[in-house]
């Protein structure tokens, strides 16, 4: 792997949401970021449900059918039919750390040939695992910039 830092800060995300979240009152964890964004829990849940969605879908489609496709979804979408706004954080959080861990482990599995294996994506086009993976870190810091956006 070509970025030391990758998989220290895949790895770190679990641990920055928790102390993250923990400054956020109870008031705040259900009402809105911004007008037109998720609330800190439902960002939450959206991290976790698309953490196996990254890895399942995205990274191991490259991996395992270079050049295949995989599917765009509507978060806001998902988070409606997910009831985002219902779920319970401490719940989300446990599910997104077992989740973080797999994709941990799968992609210090990865050989060096491996990273650049490609997928299709349909709004962003090619992209090698390298890219997905580094997308996933780039998502993690915008929810967490997010997230500090209500901090007590």
Same mark, same amino acid.
């Given at each position: 792997?070509?970025?030391?830092?990758?998989?220290?800060?895949?790895?770190?995300? %679990?641990?920055?949401?928790?102390?993250?979240?923990?400054?956020?009152?109870?008031?705040?964890?259900?009402?809105?970021?911004?007008?037109?964004? @998720?609330?800190?829990?439902?960002?939450?849940?959206?991290?976790?449900?698309?953490? %196996?969605?990254?890895?399942?879908?995205?990274?191991?489609?490259?991996?395992? =059918?270079?050049?295949?496709?995989?599917?765009?979804?509507?978060?806001?979408?998902?988070?409606?039919?997910?009831?985002?706004?219902?779920? =319970?954080?401490?719940?989300?959080?446990?599910?997104?750390?077992?989740?973080?861990?797999?994709?941990?482990? @799968?992609?210090?599995?990865?050989?060096?040939?491996?990273?650049?294996?490609?997928? @299709?994506?349909?709004?962003?086009?090619?992209?090698?695992?390298?890219?997905?993976?580094?997308?996933?870190?780039?998502?993690?810091?915008?929810?967490?910039?997010?997230?500090?956006?209500?901090?007590?």
């Amino acid at each position: 792997m070509k970025n030391y830092y990758l998989l220290p800060g895949l790895d770190a995300t %679990p641990r920055i949401l928790r102390r993250t979240l923990a400054l956020v009152s109870p008031e705040k964890l259900r009402l809105p970021t911004h007008p037109d964004r @998720f609330s800190p829990l439902e960002v939450m849940c959206h991290l976790n449900d698309w953490e %196996p969605i990254m890895r399942e879908e995205r990274m191991k489609t490259a991996f395992t =059918n270079p050049g295949g496709s995989f599917l765009a979804y509507d978060e806001a979408v998902k988070a409606v039919e997910g009831r985002y706004s219902e779920r =319970n954080l401490e719940e989300q959080m446990a599910e997104f750390e077992r989740e973080r861990t797999k994709t941990v482990e @799968f992609v210090k599995s990865l050989s060096e040939a491996d990273w650049g294996k490609t997928a @299709f994506h349909p709004d962003r086009g090619m992209m090698t695992l390298c890219e997905i993976v580094h997308m996933v870190v780039c998502h993690d810091v915008y929810h967490i910039e997010q997230l500090w956006a209500v901090v007590d």
